[in-house]
């Protein structure tokens, strides 16, 4: 089994998150530029065994898709051209941010700390791979 690695693509910045080697735990990794992602992507999967990576979808309340969107979409294709041979699966990201934000409240983290978008985006890559952990679990996600 190799870990999973989620990704809250954004235009900026990229929150990622991974998995144990188990898939038991997710835990967020880091937030790094937009512009040095597939770097950064390509040196971990040297690294690391990585089994697939999964990708947040924006979506507005009504599921129709974001302004975001079609970059999203674009990064996709380019993730799939990239790492051929690597599953790419894509989680709704609707509320991440807002539950992000609630999840640092709630651990206490003081207000200045809270203004740290990085640090919602990490957070938000861990909520999108909770969610498909979950939804691979349920029997909603097959390999």
Do not use: C, W
């Not at 003081?110 to 999108?128: E, F, L, Q, W």
């Amino acid at each position: 089994m190799g870990r999973i690695l989620a990704l809250d693509y954004g235009s900026v910045r990229v929150g990622i998150a991974v998995t144990d080697p188990g898939q038991i735990i997710s835990t967020g990794l880091t937030t790094i530029p937009n512009k040095e992602l597939l770097v950064f992507l390509s040196d971990y999967v040297k690294k690391e065994s990585v089994e697939s990576i999964v990708v947040g979808e924006p979506k507005h309340e009504d599921n129709t898709p974001s302004q975001s969107a079609g970059a999203v979409d674009k990064f996709v294709e380019t993730l799939k051209k990239k790492f051929p041979g690597l599953p790419i699966y894509r989680v709704d990201e609707r509320y991440t941010s807002r539950m992000a934000f609630q999840a640092m409240i709630d651990g206490g983290m003081k207000k200045k700390d809270r203004r740290d978008k990085g640090m919602i985006d990490k957070i938000s890559a861990t909520i999108i791979l909770q969610t498909f952990m979950e939804m691979k679990k349920n029997g909603f996600i097959h390999d």
